[in-house]
C-alpha cells in the first residue's frame, strides 16, 4: 500500500480518528530517534526558524508576553 492510498483513506476517518491516527505516527517516528538527536528533518526547521529570527528580531515577543497576551485574550 502507497503512503498516497494511505492518506487518502485516513482523509475520509472522521477529525477524531485522524487525529489519533496522527498522534500515532508521530509516536512512532518519535520513538525511533534516540533522545538528544536530531533529525535532518528537525535541523532543517531550527535552522529555517532561527534565520527567520535573525531576520526580523524586532517582531520576536518574550515568552512571558506572548502569555500575557494569550491569557488576557481568555479573559
Not at 492510498?5 to 509516536?27: F, M, N, V
Not at 508576553?65 to 494569550?70: D, M, T, V
Request: proline residues 4%.
Amino acid at each position: 500500500m502507497s503512503t498516497q492510498s494511505i492518506l487518502k483513506e485516513a482523509k475520509q476517518l472522521p477529525p477524531e480518528e485522524r487525529i489519533r491516527l496522527a498522534r500515532s505516527i508521530l509516536q512512532s517516528v518519535a520513538g525511533s530517534v534516540k533522545k538528544g538527536e536530531v533529525s535532518p528533518v528537525q535541523l532543517n526547521e531550527l535552522l529555517r526558524r532561527q534565520a527567520a529570527y535573525k531576520a526580523h528580531q524586532s517582531g520576536a515577543i518574550t515568552w512571558e508576553e506572548l502569555r500575557k497576551k494569550a491569557r488576557s485574550k481568555r479573559a
